[in-house]
């Protein structure tokens, strides 16, 4: 923005802690804010709070001229969060990662007062998106940035850019503008990179504009060659930058096509995890771990299982890393997947994460609700509307889910791209003589049989693949849990992987170990932390590093 006034609202807010209790009960009228707290940051990975549940408030008195627009921009608020302005309720919201926006109501007051009320107990009544168990610790509080849009009376909001002929480099910006008066007024679109003419759109009555604009020169996004383009769109008082980049996905049979060429995609799951910070990642960890991604040789990133940080996608965006951005889900079962509260904070999470990470390039595909119970009727309705949706609404993107349920899954024939989840060699095999046997005839077993199901006109991608690993744990028998064992089965699965051209290609469970719970679902997890990383929690690599790396950068000669 260079005419439009955003304020980051980092830094210390106004704090109060009420454990054990949920944001209905605390009165906001007699709240001590007696503390004070970072913004961002998750306030459970706090000394005074650590792993307490409960709820946060939070305040902070903000500066807005009388009388004028303004709208806060929330990156994330787990798990539940009621938004107050000058005590008045604006907002409820129900899904802990996904991003969301508040308009405040035009005050003459300069200084009104935000409270930010943030739950993150387990309550299913209230929450169902959160369950008590998922294979991920879920933190509390405001766990991503804040910003306070200054808005003039016409604003402009909600701008999409579409690749609409790449051979010309021509694309479509449509938006909206929001306020009175909208109707006739014009938009200007500028390219601040490339020597193009500018293009004009009018709004209609409703503030809906679209507009083509052609930028000759423009070169390809690729993860090689991650090429950016800014446009500026500018309406009286009002301006937005927004950037994109020039690349097109589709499928062609089993291949992925980027930009007309086949593309195989090999990577990580990653979730948005360091040790203190919890899911606040520090931006420069941010940069490091792209930085270990492409020297391990990935082009790919599974952001597992939740919109990520919009930093995280703008960094992909800029070093050049293809993304795969989920919804939340981890095993939702029959109990939340026909529950109606449960479905209506689902499809307001795929919108939030559509509208915000609409723009990223590296995005290629969207999915939701890992392994959910993809093997159910009772699942079809919320399947069959979600990838609707994101057909629909998504732009230029293929869409999956993670099947835990490869033999019995009923929506493969909805996606672009049949995505598995798969443990061969780890989970059910720890009296198996020779488990590392088990692996590759798994996966070619899982090509037949989508095969034979005639599912192999699209592409097949490894979503989840991996054991665990405790970084410093050598094994002289290579045995479950060693960092050998590890190393062994990552070099079999990585190598099948490259070598197998009948599959898209593979994700690897996971990036860097993350903490989770010590049991639950009979999974036990040494140390409470999810061990499959081939780096550790502080991105210090495993023996299984190197087999990783030889295998796909091999793959790029
Ligand atoms: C599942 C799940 C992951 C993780 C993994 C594991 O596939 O999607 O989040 O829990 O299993 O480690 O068992």
Redesign the pocket.
Known sequence: YSKRQVDELDGLWDFAFFEGESLLDVEVANICFKKRTPVPAAFDTLPDQRAKRGTAAYRRILQIAPNSRSLLEFGAVSFTCRILIDGVCLKEHFCGYSPFEVELPVSDKRERELIVLADNRFDFERTPMHEAF???YQFGGIIRQVFLHHLPGNAIMDVHVDVQDLGNRLVKVAGRLDGQGVQDKEITITSLDINAESATAIADESGCFETTLSLGDAELWSPDSPALYCLHLCCGEDDMIVRFGFREVKTEGCKLLLNGEPVRLLGY?RHEYFPNYGPSTPYSQMVADIQILKDTGCNFVRG??YPQDQHFLDLCDELGMLVWEEALG??QREKQLTDKRFQEHHRVSLEEMVARSYNHPSIIIWGFL??ASSDEEFARPIFEESISYLRSAGGNRLVSY?S?FPDKDLYFGLCDVVSI?M?PGW?GCEDHPDPLSLIVPHIRAQIEKLAAAGLDDRPFLIS?I?CEGLRGWHDEQRDFHSEEYQHDYLKLVCEEAVANQNLLGVCL??FSDAK?YAGGRA?MRPRAF?N?GTFDEYRRPKLGRDAVRSAFIKSQS
């Open positions: 998922f294979d991920f799951n597992s299982h981890w095993g890992n392994e993670a835990m989840n443990y989970y989840e991996g469970w996971h989770t999974l999810n499959k």
